[in-house]
Nanobody, 122 residues
Framework: QVQLVESGGGLVQAGGSLRLSCAASGSIFSINAMGWYRQAPGKQRELVAA???????NYADSVKGRFTISRDNAKNTVYLQMNSLKPEDTAVYYC????????????????WGQGTQVTVSS
């Protein structure tokens, strides 16, 4: 009932920047937290950054000072600005959002995007 569509991944050299976007659509009443996760080959999916509807943010230690998460509540969209990229940032990045749907009062959703590849070359 709620779909997330990511964009903005790609190939970049170390030290470069990328900006990821994720737009939520469907039967949305409200969105609580939105976040970005990543999964590198052979590793578990990990939280990169998250942001609440009020704007509070949380970052993985490995990206603090380099990545910035933001959201546009009017557009149900979350962004991840990634600067000073390192080869170890290479992974598939997934968007996540949770909140309440509009079709049935009180029903929650927790949705994932399809993932976007970020590759950082050394």
């Amino acid at each position: 009932q709620v779909q997330l569509v990511e964009s903005g991944g790609g190939l970049v050299q170390a030290g470069g920047s990328l900006r990821l976007s994720c737009a939520a659509s469907g039967s949305i009443f409200s969105i609580n937290a939105m976040g970005w996760y990543r999964q590198a080959p052979g590793k578990q999916r990990e939280l990169v950054a998250a942001i609440t509807s009020g704007g509070s943010t949380n970052y993985a230690d490995s990206v603090k000072g380099r990545f910035t998460i933001s959201r546009d509540n009017a557009k149900n969209t979350v962004y991840l600005q990634m600067n000073s990229l390192k080869p170890e940032d290479t992974a598939v990045y997934y968007c996540n959002a949770n909140g309440f749907v509009s079709v049935v009062v009180g029903t929650r959703f927790d949705s994932w995007g399809q993932g976007t590849q970020v590759t950082v070359s050394s």
